[in-house]
């Protein structure tokens, strides 16, 4: 198995609170509002370029490629479930559990019934992932984790729920090791780095930190405070070799390249050049000043 294949990841997500709408509001009222957040949060997994995506009455089962992907995925449906306001004093909230395909060994029942359990007996609004799969999120994505708590489990060891994006990730224990996947260079090639700027402060996206993550919400690595901006709203990444654009919000983020016209990117990523400017929700050519600038070493 290459991989990449071995890395892809099963998102399963349920909405909680469904019953005792029904008793209070009538099992018709009560679905109504529950296809309501499986729309947000389906929604949300076609952003983040989820597959196989399957509905139920109540939840959701989506496969992506990497981590990140679907631990955003996750984070964005919990926050369109929250947006929607309570029914008769009763709120609806996402509950979801993320593993490894391969840990289900090939089989997607299999792996299913492993996400499913580490949110079992869990407190509502959680996002838990199994231990593997937080071995391979990247520095950027384990610096949004929150606080760590064990979820109660029949599966194999402990999980994570993700619960304060501004929380140190991990608690107070040194980052693990970076995976192979982000610690691999080509034999032969030169490391590559690209530097971003914003306001004055400056990062590295390489090896070692593959992944940049833009956005109005505080766990973000670079925090853009602007109505049009979205809570996740899109991030760089270096993947085999070169650097990607990769947006999931609303507004749509814009490219700036040199040598080349302006492009709004919506929902989909595209290779970044050598240098050039990002705006998010906004055109980078109407406001400058508030860009992101990157450059290729």
Request: proline share 7%.
């Amino acid at each position: 198995m290459n991989e990449r294949a071995s890395n892809r990841c099963l998102l399963y997500a349920d909405v909680a609170g469904g019953l005792r709408l029904a008793v209070k509001l009538g099992e018709a009222e009560a679905g109504y509002a529950v296809e309501r957040c499986l729309n947000r949060m389906s929604r949300c997994a076609e952003a983040y370029s989820g597959s196989a995506l399957e509905l139920r009455p109540d939840s959701l089962v989506a496969s992506f490629a990497d981590a990140d992907s679907a631990l955003l995925a996750a984070r964005e449906m919990r926050e369109r479930v929250r947006a929607l306001p309570p029914m008769s004093g009763i709120k609806l909230v996402l509950r979801a559990g993320v593993v490894l395909e391969s840990e289900g060994g090939g089989d997607r029942v299999a792996a299913e019934k492993l996400a499913a359990s580490l949110v079992e007996g869990s407190n509502p609004d959680t996002i838990a992932v199994s231990d593997a799969l937080s071995q391979i999120l990247s520095p950027s994505m384990r610096r949004m984790l929150g606080k760590t708590d064990e979820v109660a489990s029949p599966a194999p060891p402990a999980a994570l729920a993700p619960l304060t994006p501004s929380a140190p990730a991990l608690g107070e224990a040194p980052p693990p090791p970076p995976s192979p996947a982000d610690s691999r260079q080509d034999v032969g090639q030169a490391p590559k780095q690209m530097r971003v700027s914003f306001r004055g402060q400056n990062w590295v996206i390489d090896a070692a930190h593959p992944t940049l993550l833009f956005g109005r919400e505080t766990g973000n690595d670079i925090v853009v405070s602007d109505p049009r901006v979205s809570r996740q709203h899109s991030r760089i990444e270096l993947r085999n070799g070169a650097f990607y654009l990769a947006d999931s919000s609303t507004n749509g983020t814009y490219l700036l390249e040199e040598g080349s016209p302006e492009r709004c990117v919506k929902r989909d990523e595209l290779a970044l050049a050598e240098k050039g400017h990002i705006g998010c929700g906004f055109s980078v050519a109407d406001n400058m000043s508030d860009a992101v600038a990157f450059a290729l070493d």
